[in-house]
């Protein structure tokens, strides 16, 4: 066995708990979560050239175009702190987003060790998402743009899904209930396939 940590990515509609899970299962496993929503949007609020390429498409609900993404996704793979594993959030997010992956990863002669999706009924993270833009105040969780993103996300992301299953790498998890509750279903889902802490 090798020290290093898994190489994990989780999927799931916005409002779907990716990031507060993320965070979980970064400590649990020692590797650093990456979300690109969060380096998109420190990028907006420090002005910096890319995210002021971004921030347009970020207040429409839209993806941000994937050679953006790409770029930046490379650049922090790059970094030190995820040679030895990482957890994804919210990348990929389309299927050229995948291929740039996938070619990223067998450059580094590794590959994805699984795909957690957190399923979550649309009406609930529609309310979920209400609540989190009175309290945080994203300017993309305005209802408007919460429905566009769910849109977005059924056209684009979804089908991904499909792909890692035929790779044999998905598995499925509620992501209704406390957080502790949803991420001990991850971590006994991802133990049955192999990946432990
Ligand atoms: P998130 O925090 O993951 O919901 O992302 C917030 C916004 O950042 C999205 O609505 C997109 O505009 C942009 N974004 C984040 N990740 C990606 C990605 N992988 N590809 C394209 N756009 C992204």
Redesign the pocket.
């Known amino acids: 066995m090798s020290p290093a940590g898994p190489r994990l990515l989780l999927i799931g509609p ?1 409002g779907a708990g990716k ?1 507060t899970q993320a965070q979980q299962l970064s400590q649990a496993f020692g590797v650093p979560a990456i ?4 380096i ?1 949007r420190h990028n907006v609020a420090e002005q910096t050239p890319l995210g002021l390429q ?1 921030k347009a ?2 207040d429409a ?4 175009p ?1 050679s953006l ?1 790409n770029d930046l996704i490379t650049d922090r793979l790059e970094e030190s702190d995820a040679a030895n594993g990482f957890l994804l ?6 299927t050229d ?1 995948v291929r740039h992956l996938d070619d990223f990863l067998a450059g580094h002669n590794t590959a994805m060790d699984a795909v957690v999706q957190l399923v979550a009924d649309p009406d609930v993270v529609v309310s979920r998402l209400r609540k989190r833009a009175t309290e945080q105040g994203r300017s ?1 969780d305005d209802e408007s743009v919460v429905r566009h ?1 769910l849109e977005v996300y059924q056209d684009q992301t979804a089908p991904l899904i499909d792909l890692y299953t035929q790779r044999g790498l998905v598995v499925a998890i509620d992501g209704i209930g406390d957080i502790s509750e949803v991420t001990q279903r991850i971590m006994s889902a991802l133990a049955s396939v192999g990946v432990t802490a």
């Open positions: 916005p990031g979300s690109t929503g969060d998109f971004a498409f970020m609900g839209d993806n941000v994937d993404t959030d919210g990348y990929p997010r389309t987003q993309d993103r």
